[in-house]
């Protein structure tokens, strides 16, 4: 009788060599995988360009937190937990499925550096790593085919339905993990009986089982499970590498680029096309994404590395409301396009109109830009961006709504969405109590100088209901010892919407004004208390001095002392804060306006489950309020809701447009009386000293 | 002595309002003027409108032919060419028939032509004073109508006092044969009705009608709110269909559909005059404007300002409270 | 199918608030802002749809001072092939009838199938089409929200009262007035202007058009304006003042006398 034999000295029937299958098989899968992933790459090299080679030090920091450190999966706990358990098994195992190609050709083989001590620890965790993928995979696979979470279901609108394929590649990392284990345990089991140390293995690890399992098996079982189990793990090994780039787990092999590559500013909107400038943009011949050519390369790497997880749908408010457009199918419907024009065998197809031939345009104008499904990605798929590259092109073709097309208009002939006239920017200042008490400097003239220009924008400026969230903050300002002025007529719209909704060259135009009157000023920062604004002028012109929201202004001011705050006025009131999420996610200012309220003496405030980065966006701003989208209910609505559920009597928010919203909502949801909502200025204002 | 032509509008044997608002527009213009209906059309329906004009006209002049039973603009054009005297003043109703009759008339006849007029200042020798509206409504506007030569001229329905005595004891004088030839370039083919919606606004004694200031379609629901407590309809004016937000059966106005309430109240309506031109039996109009300037208010019985958002949920409580 | 549009700049309704001069006897045309006539999107629109179904030609036209390119641009940024401006001092207060005296001598230079207008516009009496339909001598329709082109012949729905369509046959050529409704405009963007900015539009004087210049203008108007006033509102409503409960109880009492309740 002798030891076991490896698949390198092995032969079939005592004369075939299994060797020469240790290496055609290995050759057939990389060779196959080399062609598929040439396939895949073709479109990425017809894409657009994109400047995704700067901030390295940002992109390693990304690569080790959200790739390595899969920082968002937790925010689903049980998957969140189940994929760290499977993608650090991954790559403790890729050493060992290196190895074991080898062992294929040389017996025994281990890696350089693994035959002492060094080899037994790895072994020792490797096998814990396989028995923990392995239960992972089959807790997983009776999640999603048994428990089945609504997050994963495909309405029918969207193609159908992705559980086989997410339970095959379950089965199939569980027949890599089972081989491997098994592969080990014949031979552990057979050496036992030749020599007499007895080999070491981790306690209750899968080998560990096996080993027990087989302890009296006959040297023949154990010869054959040793060499079937072995080509076992090549032939699925080399299948399942083959197999990734065939659907959603091509994100195992693109997501390490993807994270890498991933947005690393957050607020702004990409160039319409990387490496032209502004001033060139009048030479190009077609504006953002009209065919899937359009999309610049890492956009498409995107649609190819998307898991299908659902976490963007599930946080997107415009789901919610059941408005035509779900994050998750832009990208599959996207990626699936790829896969059918580029197949992997014969020509390529031609492109169509995206918006014909996959989108609609009402799934496209529905996107409020609120940035949840991206802060949610585990992977840092991007969406706002491909939405406004998707506007762009409309833009470019003419189809925009109606309903758009008249504020666009007043934009482009008023400098504000509702046509009224640029004279009639600083009428808030002449409501008659207010200017008795209160001078507001028009800095538009050059006869008055200040250091903080206080920008105003267009809803705070022009609508009645808000005209009040202009006075408030002067009067904030006034009593912070700010020095401060308007722009009065001077002033534009900021264009927050207007580069979102696609009409790149109004909002150029809107850029420019806006750039060159503040400039003049010569003021040395910005105040504003509209989050939309805020975000335009700090992340998307990048040319004028610092800029704060007034909350910013507020919290500093206290925590210097130069700012007291009355106790609360109505002690009995429970308020929540509702985070903006042109203030919140874009621009991560959580905690001033927090701090400010705190600061108010005997104020109860709570917070909601969906707050912070996980804000769900009340409806829109800027243009979206002249859009009409189909849907069920209004994503204000749910927010309300929301509030009144944890019991809050006044939602607090620091937005005009969260404002309106929320106090339309309050109507529509028939909560008038018991609920009521704030706007930050106005509560600050209240409690001043 | 001015001569002036009315042409009488008619449907099934009746003729439109208008016709009794003539000879008001008429005596404004020249109060000595000899005014003559023109009737076209095609057989009894056509003797029943003429006849039922002579209480009104002195002068009634018919013109029957198979070809004239639908009034297609360039036959009924045809016809009144070679009827209604060159220096004469031919006056219609700012309709949707006479924009297709009357600008092509005035240049056959070889007349001046002014449209929509809301109001006459008498006549300065040649010269017919008058007084149109423009940009919506906004701005009025004085005219001079150059009447040397005749002048075909539409007024606006509704602004000038109809007659009712009914004490005119006119003949009708059959000019049928004056005719001449009615051969057209344009084919009349049928009417396709607009579709009937759920609600029947002309069968409603109260409506809330709401216009551009209800901003935002999801605020329809406070109109039916208010309509509720009142036990009223819904009606609205022709921006809310175009938006899609009601259906065109709830259209009034012109283009819409007629009513006759015993209380219409505008909401957020600027009062255009296609809108009010579908608001008959003179309803007790309440006006509900932001803007004190609205037109509406010219119009309307009672004016409110203020936003129809704010108003109307407190107007639909302080009735439920009754 | 040759199809020609004429349009025209008017003060926009929806971006001005309008008020008088001081003398009060003119708009106070400071901060107005002009644009093209909202109907004048539609006809544009309707020409462009046609002829992208059956081949041809889109031209726009317009009476005007220099700055009605402008409009002109507009338009051929939506899609229009050329544009025509005809612009001469001479033309200036002309009436409706002069205006279409001055697109005849062009449209007589050309070869349409197809004319259209707006079917009016804010500033207007909703006559150019059809005086210029009957200067050409040809048929005419108006408030036209419906287009079917057929061989020879056209079939168009007319928008009449209560919202019911009338349908009809005409010969072509012929002029159309387009209301609004008909379809839905597409976009037009500061971009698109400037990608046809560098296009030639050709400007014809009176000269050009071998019209007199004595026919049209103001001397040649039949119909003159003399001055904008603001509507007398003495005779108006009864306006209910005071808070907005004073104004409720008031009104409720109105509105159970006159059967409203």
Redesign the interface.
């Known amino acids: 009788m002798t030891s076991i034999v490896g698949p390198a000295s092995f032969k079939f029937f005592g004369i075939f060599p299994s060797m020469i299958f240790s290496f055609i098989i290995p050759v057939i899968g990389v060779g196959l995988f080399a062609y598929i992933m040439a396939r895949r790459l073709a479109p990425l090299l017809r894409a657009n360009p994109d400047n995704r080679f700067d901030h390295i030090g940002q992109r390693v920091k990304n690569l080790i937190i959200v790739w390595l450190g899969q920082i968002r999966h937790p925010r689903y706990m049980l998957a969140g937990v189940l994929h760290i358990c499977i993608f650090f098994g991954f790559l403790v195992l890729s050493i060992r499925s290196t190895s074991l190609v080898i062992v294929g050709f040389s017996d025994g083989f281990v890696l350089p550096g693994f035959g002492g001590s060094l080899g037994s620890i790895y072994n020792f965790f490797k096998d814990y790593a396989a028995t923990v993928v392995l239960v992972a995979c089959i807790i997983a696979a009776v999640r999603r085919g048994i428990l089945k979470p609504e997050r994963y279901a495909v309405p029918e609108k969207y193609g159908h339905d992705h559980t086989a394929e997410a339970v095959f590649v379950l089965g199939i990392i569980s027949v890599l993990m089972i081989s491997e284990s098994l592969f080990e345990a014949s031979q552990v089991v057979s050496e036992s009986r030749f020599t007499d140390h007895a080999h070491f293995l981790a306690p209750l690890s899968l080998v560990w089982i096996f080993r027990a399992i087989l302890t009296s098996a006959s040297q023949n079982v154990l010869q054959g499970l040793h060499i079937f189990a072995y080509f076992v793990h090549d032939i699925t090994f080399f299948f399942f590498l083959c197999f990734l780039p065939l659907g959603k787990h091509f994100h195992v092999i693109t997501s390490i680029f993807n994270v890498f590559f991933m947005r690393v500013k957050k607020g702004n909107i990409k160039p319409v096309m990387h490496g032209v400038t502004d001033e060139q943009?009048?030479d190009l011949e077609s504006?953002g994404v009209k065919k899937l050519e359009d999309f610049t390369w890492k956009h498409m790497l995107d649609f190819y590395s998307c898991a299908d997880c659902g976490r963007c749908s599930d946080h997107c408010p415009a789901d919610a409301v059941g408005r035509p457009l779900s994050p998750r199918f832009i990208t599959i419907k996207a990626r699936d396009l790829m896969f059918k024009n580029y197949p992997l065998t014969g020509e390529i197809y031609k492109s169509n109109l995206l918006v014909e031939d996959i989108y609609t345009e009402d799934e496209i104008w529905s996107c409020t830009t609120c940035g949840a499904c991206e802060q949610e990605c585990p992977l840092g798929i991007e969406y706002i961006d491909k939405m406004v590259d998707l506007r762009r092109g409309m833009?470019?073709?003419?189809?925009?709504p109606?309903?758009?097309?008249?504020p666009?208009?007043?934009l482009?002939?008023?400098g504000n969405p509702y046509?009224?006239?640029?004279?009639k920017r600083a009428d808030w200042a002449n409501d008659k109590e207010f200017k008795e008490n209160h001078k507001i400097k028009d800095l538009s003239d050059k006869k008055s100088k200040a250091d903080t220009l206080f920008f105003v924008d267009s809803i705070t400026s022009y609508d009645?209901n808000i005209q009040d969230i202009a006075r408030r903050t002067s009067i904030i300002l006034e009593k912070a010892g700010v020095d401060f002025g308007i722009l009065g007529k001077k002033e534009k719209d900021s264009g927050n919407e207007v580069i979102r909704f696609g009409?790149?060259?109004?909002y150029q135009?809107l850029k420019e004004q806006n750039s060159e009157a503040i400039l003049d000023t010569g003021v040395t920062q910005i105040v504003t208390a509209d989050p939309h604004a805020y975000n335009a002028l700090k992340n998307d012109y990048g040319n004028l001095p610092p800029v704060k929201h007034i909350s910013q202004v507020v919290a500093q001011k206290i925590a210097k002392g130069e700012l007291d705050l009355k106790p609360c006025l109505d002690p009995d009131k429970v308020y929540v804060y509702h985070d903006p999420c042109y203030l919140g996610r874009h621009n991560d200012i959580y905690e001033d306006p927090r701090e400010a309220l705190d600061a108010i003496d005997g104020l109860t405030r709570v917070e909601l489950e969906k707050s912070r980065d996980r804000s769900f966006c009340c409806g829109g701003g800027g243009l979206m309020l002249f859009y009409?989208p189909e849907e069920e209910t209004?994503m204000g609505v749910l927010r309300v809701n929301m509030a009144a559920e944890i019991g809050a009597t006044v939602i607090v928010t620091a937005c005009p447009f969260c404002l309106v919203n929320i106090q339309?909502a309050i109507?529509?949801a028939g909560k008038e009386g018991e609920i009521e909502a704030l706007d930050f200025t106005e509560l600050i204002e209240q409690h001043l000293l | 002595m001015t001569q002036i032509y009315a042409y009488i509008p008619h449907t099934n044997g009746v003729a439109a309002d208008a016709a009794l608002e003539f000879p008001s527009a008429a005596k404004k213009i020249d109060d000595g003027a000899s005014v003559t209906a023109v009737v076209t059309g095609s057989g009894a329906d056509l003797d029943k409108v003429a006849e039922s004009m002579t209480s009104t006209y002195s002068q009634v002049i018919k013109i029957d032919n198979a070809d004239l039973a639908y009034p297609n603009a360039e036959i009924v054009r045809k016809a009144l060419i070679n009827i209604i005297p060159a220096d004469a003043i031919f006056l219609a109703v700012h309709d949707t028939f006479s924009m297709d009759l009357a600008p092509g008339l005035s240049v056959k006849m070889d007349s001046a032509y002014a449209a929509d007029i809301v109001d006459f200042e008498g006549v300065d020798g040649t010269n017919l004073k008058a007084i149109r509206q423009e940009l919506g409504g906004a701005v009025n506007i004085h005219v001079n109508i150059d009447i040397s030569s005749g002048a075909v001229i539409t007024v606006r329905p509704g602004s000038f006092a109809p007659v009712e005595d009914g004490s005119a004891g006119g003949a009708v004088e059959d000019k049928s044969g004056d005719a001449g030839d009615l051969s057209a370039k344009r084919k009349f083919l049928e009417i396709v009705e607009a579709e009937v919606g759920d609600v029947d606004i002309t069968k409603s004694d109260v409506l809330v009608s709401i216009g551009r200031g209800i901003e935002d379609e999801e605020n329809i629901e406070i109109a039916q709110e208010l309509a509720e407590a009142m036990k009223a309809v819904v009606s609205c004016s022709r921006p809310i269909v175009d938006a899609k937000w009601l259906e065109k059966s709830r259209q009034v106005g012109t283009s819409g559909l007629t009513v006759k309430p015993k209380v219409y109240l505008a909401m957020g309506i600027s009062g255009s005059f296609q809108h009010m031109g579908g608001v008959k039996g003179k309803p007790f109009i309440v006006a509900v404007n932001k803007n004190p300037k609205a037109p509406i208010f010219q119009v309307a019985d009672v004016g409110i300002v203020e936003d129809i958002l704010d108003f109307m949920p407190e107007l639909a409580e302080a009735i439920n409270d009754l | 199918m040759e199809i020609l549009v004429c349009v025209k700049r008017v003060p926009d309704t929806a971006e001005n608030e309008f008020e008088l001069n001081s003398a009060g006897n003119d708009l106070d045309r400071d901060d107005l802002v002009y644009s093209v006539n909202e109907w004048d999107n539609y006809a544009v629109e309707e020409a462009i749809q046609i002829v992208d179904k059956l081949g041809g030609n889109v031209t726009v036209i317009t009476v005007g001072d220099d700055e009605s390119e402008e409009v002109l641009r507009r338009e051929m940024a939506m899609g229009a092939n050329d544009g025509i401006l005809l612009s001469d001092d001479a033309f200036e207060g002309s009436d409706g009838r002069g205006i279409a005296a001055i697109l005849k001598a062009e449209v007589e230079k050309g070869s349409y199938d197809l004319i259209m207008t707006g079917a009016q516009a804010d500033e207007g009496a909703a006559q150019v089409g059809g005086i210029l339909a009957a200067m050409l001598d040809m048929p005419y329709a108006s408030l036209v929200n419906k287009i079917e082109p057929g061989e020879g012949k056209i079939t168009v729905g007319r928008e009449i009262e209560g919202g019911n369509q009338e349908m009809n046959e005409i010969d072509l050529p012929c002029v159309l007035s387009i209301q609004t409704g008909i379809n839905e405009p597409r976009y037009v963007g500061i971009r698109g202007i400037r990608k046809v900015a560098k296009v030639e539009i050709p400007v014809k004087s009176a000269g050009d058009l071998g019209i007199d210049a004595g026919s049209v203008g103001e001397s040649g108007a039949k119909t003159k304006r003399v001055d904008y006033f603001v509507p007398d509102m003495g005779e108006g409503a009864e306006m209910l003042e005071g808070s907005t409960g004073e104004i409720i109880e008031k009104l409720i009492e109105k509105l159970k006398a006159k059967g409203g309740l």
């Open positions: 943009l009048d504006f833009v470019d073709e003419g189809m925009v109606q309903s758009l097309q008249k666009l208009k007043a482009e002939k008023r046509g009224k006239m640029e004279k009645d009409e790149e060259m109004l135009e009409e209004r339309d109507k529509v």
